[in-house]
C-alpha cells in the first residue's frame, strides 16, 4: 500500500498475471481494512502491478481446498467501506479480477485494456459476484453475452456499457489517483453495484427471455453444463435479493467447479500454454521480426491464410499463377468478410482496413520482400518441389518458408532449397481464418529460431501453434484416418452412416465422420487413393457414382438444395449392405457404445504410437490438436486425457477385444499402450517424465 496524499493506493503484485492466489487475497483483506480504518485515508485505488490488472483466481488453486479468505469474502468487505473506491485497471480484468472491480465504487481503465468473465471457458460460472453484479451495471442481455462467451470486451465498449466510468490516457495511477480527488471534493455519491436495480427490473416482467435465452443455449452449448448454470444463475440476479443470488451463484459455482467438466477444460487451459514450449529450444532464443507474408496460391487455404494474417494486421501479398486465379481468390476473401460484416462481426471500417492490407500478383518476384513465405498450393509433392525451387533462388536470406501440407514429407521438401534450415510447415486447418489450430512441423534440419519465428506468427496471427514431427499426416490426419477405417468398417459389420454420425454427436463431436466426409468432399480421399492405387469399400463406390457429398447433394446422405441437412439414403445403405455380402461379412447389431470406442480408441492407439515415436513432445499436445483442430469436445479434454481418466487398461482390453471381433489386426494395443497400462501408467506421466529427461 502506497500514499498520494489522501489517497491510498494498494498495488497487487503477483506475476505474471496478479491471478488471485491466496496470498493475494489475504493482503488486499488487509490492506483495504487498514486503509478503511485509517482516518487520514479519503480513498482508495485499487491496482496491479506488471502486464496486467488481476486476471482471475488462482486456476491451479481450483480442486483444492480453499484457504480463506475466499475471495467472496474480500469483495464483502471492501463493499462495506465507506469512503470512496476505484479500481485503477489494464491489461486483461478477468473472472475473479472483474468481480473485484464490481465490488469498488469505481472503475477507470487504461486504453487497451480488455474486461471480461472468461469462466465458462473453464467450465465454471464467475463465482464472486460476476453474475450478480455485471447486469446490474451493464443490463441483462449485454451481461449474459459476456458471461456466455467468455470474451472479453474492449475499454472503450466498456465505459459505453457502463462497467468503465473513465478511460485514462498517460499514467494510469496517477489518473485514478486524481480520479479519486475528484470523487472527493465533488463529494460523489458512492455507488453500490448491489444495489443498482434500474437496468435489471425490466426483465422481471419477462422472465420467458431467459426460457429463450435457455433453449439457445443448450441447443448450441452441446452437453456442456457451465452455460445453462450461468443462465439460471443470472436468473437468480433478476428474481431474488442480491445476497440470495449471490448464494445461488455460489451453489452453481461449487457444483462445477468439483466436476469432471471443469478439470477437463482446466487442463486444456495448461496444455495449451504447455504446447508454447519446446524442450530442446536455447533459452532467450528471439524469434525473427515478421513484418511481411507472402502466401502461394489464393486457393481456399491460400485465402485462408491470407485472412489471417491481414486479420492481425500484418501486410500480405498473395501470389497467384493467373490472373483469373487470383480474381476469383480475392473475391472469395471479399464475400467472406462481407459476410462477417452482415453478421455483425465486424465493422465494414474494419473489413476495409484488413481487406487493404491484401494484395495480389502473378509475379513470384513478390517473395523477395517476404519475411515469411507459406506455400499453399496443390497438395501435390512434385508441385510443392518446384514451388520451393523458386523460393530458394527468390527469398531473402533469412526469410521463413512455410509449406502449408497436410500430409508430405517436409525433409524432402527442405531438400530442394540449398537452406533445409530456413524450412518447415504450417498446417492450417480449414477454414484457415476461422480454425484455431496450426500444427507446426519441425523437419530434421529447421533451425531452432524458424521454428520459434512460426509459433510467434502462428500466435501473433490468433492461432494455437503446437509443434509436431514429420510423418504422414502429422499427428491430426494421422489419427483421423485409423478412426476413418473403422466408421467404414463398422458400416460394413452392421451399422448405417447415421448410427455411427449419431454415436459420435453424442459423444460430444459437431458432426460424425461420414456428415463430415460429405462436408469435406468424399471426392478427395478418392483422388488420393487413386494415385497410390488404393481402394475403400464404401466411399470410393459413392465418388465413383458422382457422389461427393454437400457439393453434389449426394454423398453418403441426401442434401435438398440450399440445405445441409443429411438426409440418409435407402440407394446408401443398399450399397453398404451389398458390399457386406460381397465380402463375406455377417452383419450384426451394433451398440452404441462399440461404435464410439471403435472410433476413438484406434485413434488413443495411434496418438500412443505417435508419443512413442517423439512425433508430438507431450501427451497434452495431441490432446490440443484433437480440441482445437478437429471439433473433440472441449469438456472431455482431449483423446489422451480421455483414455487416462478411462484407465488406460481398459482401453487396451477393449481394442483388443474389438481386433478379435472385427478380425481386424490395426485394432491391437500399440507396445506403448501395452505397456503404460501394465504399469498402471498414463499417458500424462509418459510425456512428462520425457520433458523432465
Ligand atoms: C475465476 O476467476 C473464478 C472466479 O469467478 C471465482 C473465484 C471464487 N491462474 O496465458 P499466458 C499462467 S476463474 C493461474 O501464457 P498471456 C499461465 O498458465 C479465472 N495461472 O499469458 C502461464 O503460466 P506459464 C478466470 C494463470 O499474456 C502464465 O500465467 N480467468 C492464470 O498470453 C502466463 O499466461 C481466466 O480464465 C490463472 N488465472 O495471456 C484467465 N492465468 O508461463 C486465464 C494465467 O507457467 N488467463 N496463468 O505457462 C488468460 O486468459 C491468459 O493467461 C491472459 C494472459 C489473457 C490473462
Not at 447486469?135 to 456499457?161: C, N
Not at 495449451?272 to 525473427?288: C, F, N, Q, V, Y
Not at 489471417?308 to 476469383?328: C, D, H, M, Y
Amino acid at each position: 500500500m502506497q500514499r498520494d496524499g489522501a489517497v491510498a493506493v494498494i498495488v497487487v503484485d503477483n506475476p505474471p498475471v496478479n491471478a488471485l492466489k491466496h496470498e493475494v487475497r489475504a493482503g488486499m483483506l488487509e490492506h483495504f481494512t487498514k486503509a478503511a480504518a485509517d482516518n487520514s485515508v479519503e480513498a482508495i485505488v485499487l491496482t496491479g502491478a506488471g502486464r496486467t490488472f488481476m486476471a482471475g483466481a488462482d486456476i491451479t488453486e481450483f480442486g483444492k481446498p480453499m484457504k480463506p479468505p475466499g475471495l467472496a469474502e474480500v469483495i464483502a468487505a471492501i463493499e462495506k467501506i465507506h469512503k470512496p473506491t476505484i479500481a485503477a485497471v489494464h491489461g486483461t480484468p478477468l473472472g475473479g479480477g472483474l468481480e473485484v472491480t464490481l465490488g469498488c465504487h469505481f472503475r477507470v481503465a487504461a486504453p487497451g485494456t480488455r474486461l471480461g468473465l472468461p469462466e465458462i471457458k473453464l467450465g465454471i460460472i464467475p463465482g464472486a459476484g460476476g453474475t450478480q453484479l455485471l447486469p446490474r451495471l451493464v443490463g441483462v442481455e449485454k451481461g449474459l453475452a459476456m458471461i456466455l462467451s467468455g470474451d472479453p470486451i474492449p475499454a472503450k465498449d466498456a465505459l459505453a456499457a457502463g462497467l468503465v466510468d473513465e478511460i485514462i490516457e498517460g499514467d494510469l495511477v496517477k489518473g485514478a489517483v486524481a480520479f479519486a480527488k475528484k470523487v472527493i471534493a465533488e463529494k460523489r455519491p458512492l455507488r453500490h453495484v448491489r444495489d443498482l436495480d434500474d437496468k435489471i427490473a425490466p426483465f422481471r416482467a419477462h422472465p420467458d427471455k431467459f426460457n429463450e435465452a435457455a433453449a439457445n443455449v443448450s441447443k448450441k452449448s452441446r452437453g456442456l453444463e457451465a452455460p445453462l448454470a450461468a443462465i439460471e444463475a443470472v436468473r437468480a440476479a433478476v428474481t431474488l435479493p442480491v445476497d440470495d443470488g449471490l448464494k445461488r451463484e455460489r451453489e452453481l459455482f461449487m457444483k462445477l467447479v468439483v466436476g469432471e467438466q471443469s478439470k477437463a477444460q482446466r487442463y486444456i487451459f495448461f496444455a495449451e500454454r504447455e504446447a508454447a514450449k519446446i524442450p530442446d529450444m536455447p533459452s532467450g532464443l528471439k524469434p525473427r521480426e515478421v513484418a511481411r507474408a507472402v502466401v502461394i496460391g489464393a486457393g481456399t487455404m491460400g485465402g485462408g491464410i491470407s485472412m489471417s494474417f491481414a486479420n492481425a494486421g500484418i501486410p500480405v501479398t498473395v501470389v497467384e499463377t493467373n490472373e483469373e486465379a487470383l480474381k476469383r481468390g480475392f473475391d472469395t476473401i471479399q464475400k467472406n468478410y462481407q459476410i462477417s460484416v452482415q453478421r455483425g462481426a465486424l465493422k465494414q471500417e474494419e473489413a476495409d482496413r484488413r481487406f487493404a492490407l491484401l494484395t495480389g500478383t502473378t509475379s513470384m518476384d513478390a517473395v523477395k520482400d517476404a519475411d515469411i513465405v507459406i506455400e499453399a498450393v496443390f497438395e501435390e509433392m512434385e508441385i510443392k518441389k518446384q514451388v520451393f525451387g523458386a523460393l530458394d533462388k527468390l527469398a531473402k536470406p533469412n526469410a521463413v518458408l512455410a509449406t502449408n501440407t497436410s500430409y508430405l514429407n517436409v525433409d524432402q521438401i527442405a531438400q530442394t532449397t540449398k537452406r533445409p534450415k530456413e524450412v518447415l510447415g504450417t498446417h492450417f486447418f480449414s477454414p484457415a481464418n476461422v480454425m484455431k489450430l496450426l500444427e507446426i512441423v519441425r523437419g530434421k534440419e529447421t533451425a531452432p529460431d524458424v521454428l520459434a519465428t512460426a509459433m510467434a506468427v502462428g500466435r501473433k496471427i490468433g492461432k494455437v501453434p503446437v509443434v509436431v514431427g514429420v510423418c504422414h499426416g502429422f499427428v491430426g490426419n494421422r489419427m483421423l484416418s485409423p478412426r476413418q477405417n473403422q466408421a467404414e468398417r463398422l458400416l460394413l459389420e452392421g451399422a448405417l452412416p447415421r448410427d455411427v454420425d449419431a454415436a459420435a454427436v453424442e459423444f460430444g463431436f459437431p458432426m460424425g465422420p461420414f456428415a463430415m466426409s460429405d462436408l469435406a468432399g468424399i471426392d478427395v480421399g478418392w483422388r488420393i487413393r487413386k494415385a497410390l492405387g488404393t481402394r475403400n469399400e464404401i466411399a470410393d463406390q459413392l465418388a465413383d457414382k458422382g457422389r461427393y457429398g454437400q457439393k453434389t447433394g449426394r454423398g453418403f446422405y441426401i442434401y435438398e438444395k440450399g440445405s445441409r441437412s443429411p438426409i440418409p439414403d435407402p440407394e446408401v445403405e443398399e450399397i453398404i449392405v451389398a458390399a457386406s455380402k460381397r465380402l463375406g461379412i455377417a452383419r450384426r447389431v451394433i451398440d452404441k457404445q462399440e461404435i464410439v470406442e471403435r472410433l476413438i480408441f484406434p485413434m488413443i492407439n495411434e496418438g500412443a504410437k505417435i508419443l512413442d515415436e517423439g512425433i508430438a513432445y507431450r501427451a497434452s499436445d495431441i490432446d490440443v490438436i484433437w480440441v482445437y483442430g478437429y471439433g473433440w469436445p472441449v469438456w472431455r479434454g482431449g483423446p489422451m486425457y480421455y483414455a487416462d481418466h478411462l484407465g488406460l487398461a481398459y482401453v487396451r482390453d477393449q481394442l483388443a477385444k474389438y481386433a478379435k471381433v472385427s478380425g481386424n489386426k490395426s485394432l491391437e494395443p500399440s507396445p506403448l499402450l501395452t505397456r503404460l497400462a501394465a504399469e498402471n501408467g498414463s499417458f500424462a506421466s509418459f510425456g512428462a517424465k520425457k520433458s523432465a529427461a
